[in-house]
């Protein structure tokens, strides 16, 4: 069961961080798009302003989960240094829910957010309703809750490796 679990969570944070890659390249090539028009062409593409802030939204919240799984997001340094091996295991359990416990409010706002926003409109793209920017949070979040449970199973802590 345990391998089940850290072969999805590898392969469902590889995918989060895949997408929030290509969210961070979508973001750049809208970013010099919106130069190209307004300084070149000089005529400014107002959408790609909103475009380039969803994109990174949703990099922000798809890449999360790679923070997650490798320890750096939530850590207690000092504790976890002096503590001893049963109290480490205690604190990454603490730690994992206390964690679980913000991604499921994380989720279920966001979710009602997106379901509040769906007649929302955004500016500058009339068509496109505000649920997809707010969907990022509980996407994110249901992503991130797979590698704080694949961290807890299998724990990295390459920001404490990596720490002067």
Known sequence: MREIL???ERVTTGLA???ACLMMAVAASLGLWQIVTR???ERPAEWTEVLIRFSLIWMVF??????FRIGAMVSVDVLYRWAG???KRVLDTLVALAALLLLAVIVIVGWDYALR??????IGLEDVSMFWAYLALPVGGVFAAVAVVGN???PQRLELENAQ
């Open 152 to 154: 807890w199973l299998d």
């Open 39 to 41: 300084f070149v062409i």
């Open 62 to 67: 798809l890449g999360i989960p790679l923070a």
């Open 117 to 122: 926003g769906r007649v929302q409109t955004v």
């Open 85 to 87: 091996p049963r109290m």
């Open 17 to 19: 961080t895949a997408l």
């Open 6 to 8: 850290l072969r999805t």
